[in-house]
């Protein structure tokens, strides 16, 4: 059973360019959590969703950010007109059916964002 | 959610017992404990979670006390694999982990 895969590793863009980070939970989970962590910062929630349903996005930023979760495929977090201080390592973590506080959530080994 | 609080650092020799401390006095019955490592910049790692009785599984126990307030992580015998930062979160009915600042575990020969 694969494990959480994100997509890019590492991703460059320049400012005012588009990012697109693909997570695709481990198989049969159908919650997703995204992470961002900032260099030598600690994680910080971003969304929750669940399938086709933004469940809690209260650490998203209100502007230039947005995530989805289709029924088919990846869950996807975009970012627009990226910033230098979007630079960052973007965590995306799954839990199974459920998804409460008594089961566990699993991480990617994430995106590392770098805007030049 | 509750919130935790943990040392900053640790030390512990390889070989030997890693016993990480964590408060979370205001924690609610139905709140979880969930322990979570990250090791240099890589993806946190699950570890271990319980709600009040002790737990352990291959990697690490996990000890709570009576009252709830708090929690020990231990792992029962240290290697340098193990020097990462760790992290005590208490889990509601929120879902989400939120991680605060963690214990940078430090193993040494």
């Known amino acids: 059973n694969a494990g959480v895969m994100q997509n890019p590793r590492h991703l460059v863009r320049r400012r005012g360019q588009e990012a697109r980070l693909r997570c695709s939970p481990m198989?049969?989970?159908?919650?997703v959590y995204w992470y961002r962590q900032l260099p030598e910062e600690g994680l910080k929630f971003m969304v929750y969703?669940?399938?086709?349903?933004?469940?809690?996005e209260s650490g998203m930023p209100k502007e230039r950010f947005s995530a989805e979760f289709p029924k088919e495929g990846p869950s996807i977090l975009r970012i627009q007109q990226v910033v230098r201080g979007d630079s960052a390592a973007y965590f995306c973590?799954?839990?199974?059916?459920?998804?409460?506080?008594?089961?566990?959530?699993?991480f990617g080994q994430g995106t590392r964002l770098t805007v030049v | 959610d509750a919130k935790t609080t943990q040392p900053t650092s640790m030390d512990c020799a390889e070989g030997r017992a890693a016993n990480l401390p964590c408060n979370h006095s205001?924690?609610?019955?139905?709140?979880?404990v969930y322990w979570y490592r990250q090791i240099h910049s890589q993806g946190p790692q699950y570890i271990i979670h319980g709600l009040k009785n002790n737990e352990t599984n291959e990697m690490a126990s996990l000890i709570i006390t009576e009252d709830r307030k708090s929690s020990t992580l231990i792992l029962p015998h240290a290697t340098l694999r193990d020097t990462a930062v760790y992290y005590c979160?208490?889990?509601?009915?929120?879902?989400?982990?939120?991680f605060g600042t963690g214990t940078r575990l430090q193993v040494t020969l």
């Open positions: 198989k049969g989970h159908s919650h």
């Open positions: 979160i208490v889990r509601g009915t929120a879902s989400k982990l939120t």
């Open positions: 969703l669940q399938k086709e349903n933004i469940i809690d």
């Open positions: 205001t924690i609610s019955g139905n709140e979880y």
């Open positions: 973590a799954s839990s199974p059916p459920g998804g409460g506080k008594n089961t566990e959530a699993f």
